[in-house]
T-cell receptor
């Protein structure tokens, strides 16, 4: 158990819909990262937050948004869903931010299927 | 941004064999990790190793930061070692982005 909690574990929805994925970081970690892993692909960096503020952005679509709340949990919102958004979405946390954020620990992921 | 290349992309071995997986990166790094993604999709931390050498049982890793590469060694492979091995790096110039390589898919046959 990494200490990072993601919900839901599985989600099936239809094209055009909106979903919210939730992540609770490890106790004491201030940074949260979101990654997308499409079928048999690598992990694509989406976005990173530190103590409530956005710190780095990857190739995140405009239909996607995220935030980190004062209690440090984070949510990834995916809207106007398309078939290609079907993927495993991972959240990770680390103690710090910047070029040396420390060791990242990953949750078990949320598997999104868009039909 | 920083580029990460892993080799080989695929590796098929018999149980008991040894293997070396490589991760090359295009810029100086201050953060480097190796992960194992098991067949159930879980990402397991193997090593946090921005420089130097570490060992954990049958696994060991070495990062030569000045030459921009890291190696993961697996000895006496077991079927449970099967899965995808990822290297992830963070560079001084990449701020908070931690970028993953495309992985090495390892299959251990009994």
């Amino acid at each position: 158990d990494s200490g990072v909690t993601q919900t839901p574990k599985h989600l099936i929805t239809a094209t055009g819909q909106r979903v919210t994925l939730r992540c609770s970081p490890r106790s004491g970690d201030l940074s949260v990262y979101w990654y997308q892993q499409s079928l048999d692909q690598g992990l694509q960096f989406l976005i990173q937050y530190y103590n409530g503020e956005e710190r780095a952005k990857g190739n995140i679509l405009e239909r996607f948004s995220a935030q980190q709340f004062p209690d440090l949990h984070s949510e990834l919102n995916l809207s106007s869903l398309e078939l290609g958004d079907s993927a495993l979405y991972f959240c990770a946390s680390s103690p710090r931010t910047g070029p040396s954020p420390g060791e990242l620990f990953f949750g078990e992921g949320s598997r999104l299927t868009v039909l | 941004g920083i580029q990460v290349e892993q080799s080989p992309p695929d590796l098929i071995l018999q149980e008991g064999a040894n293997s070396t997986l490589r991760c090359n990166f295009s810029d100086s790094v201050n953060n480097l990790q190796w992960f194992h993604q098991n067949p159930w999709g879980q990402l397991i931390n193997l090593f946090y190793i921005p420089s130097g050498t570490k060992q954990n049982g049958r696994l060991s890793a070495t990062t030569v930061a000045t030459e921009r590469y890291s190696l993961l060694y697996i000895s006496s492979s077991q079927t449970t070692d099967s899965g995808v091995y990822f290297c992830a790096v963070g560079g001084y110039s990449s701020a908070s982005k931690i970028i993953f390589g495309s992985g090495t898919r390892l299959s251990i046959r009994p």
